[in-house]
């Protein structure tokens, strides 16, 4: 499990500028029989063709959590999808584009949402928690409010039950 840090900033419009690569993205959620919400994705980048990730997240802090992340083949995708659609488990699903912009070190990652939601939220993973950022005008332009640890803008809860 490893360390994950990462700002949210709500944006009232998409970035003006291209991104470096723009990924779509499916993404199902399927409550394990322990209680924890297991993710995986189906991600098509316009630079690193198609993968499938599964993650496994849980919070500790406002904007911290510890992540659990693999590569899936495609047919063990295929089976979480499955096992997602069974009518006896609790599964969600949202999909979303996701432009990728790195600065610096660090990327920033814009994902524009369209199933039930029109939201778009900025976000970056940084190093430690008193990191400070720089937001570039492209983002800043564009910035509603930070949302970072607010609840129902987690992609789980911005998910559809199935």
């Not at 693999?70 to 499955?82: A, C, D, G, I, N």
Request: glycine share 4%; net charge positive.
């Amino acid at each position: 499990m490893k360390l994950e840090i990462e700002r949210k900033f709500l944006l009232k419009a998409a970035p003006d500028i291209e991104p470096v690569e723009v990924i779509k993205i499916e993404q199902w959620y399927w409550k394990n029989h322990r209680g924890t919400w297991e993710r995986a994705r189906l991600c098509n980048s316009s630079t690193n063709g198609e993968y499938y990730v599964h993650t496994i997240k849980k919070g500790v802090s406002k904007g911290v959590n510890m992540e659990d992340e693999k590569f899936l083949s495609k047919e063990e995708f295929e089976y979480f999808v499955e096992r997602c659609k069974d009518k006896n488990e609790e599964s969600r699903f949202i999909s979303k584009d996701r432009w990728v912009y790195p600065q610096a070190d660090l990327k920033w990652e814009v994902d524009i949402f369209n199933s039930g939601h029109h939201l778009i939220v900025a976000e970056i993973e940084i190093p430690k928690k008193t990191f400070k950022i720089k937001i570039p005008d492209f983002i800043k332009s564009k910035m509603l409010l930070e949302v970072t640890g607010l609840k129902q803008f987690s992609n789980k809860n911005l998910s559809n039950k199935i």
